[in-house]
């Protein structure tokens, strides 16, 4: 996971998720630049329909979330919190 984080490009994942992750990349970072392209070259490497539209879902609510924290001004949990955090979402996932 650790790896993932650093560089996801480098890490040693199944090449969908790369693509993946790639694409919300830029859909959150340029999404200007995004076409019907980006979504068709996910596609075509394997990543079902289904999978894209949970991820953006999941990263337009990340994004909001971090947008709104940015605006009002919310404090990040201190370290300890997020690994705790993670343990459980392993654990129980987001259901």
Avoid: C
């Amino acid at each position: 996971m650790k790896l993932v984080l650093e560089d996801y490009r480098t890490a040693p994942i199944d090449e969908k998720l790369r693509a993946m992750l790639g694409l919300l990349e830029k859909n959150t970072l340029h999404p200007e630049q995004m076409s019907a392209n980006d979504i068709r070259a996910v596609l075509e490497i394997g990543v079902t329909r289904e999978a894209v539209r949970d991820a953006f879902y999941v990263a337009f609510l990340f994004n909001t979330y971090d947008r709104l924290a940015d605006t009002l001004g919310w404090q990040l949990p201190h370290d300890r919190y997020y690994a705790k955090a993670g343990r459980f979402l392993l654990k129980k996932g987001y259901r």
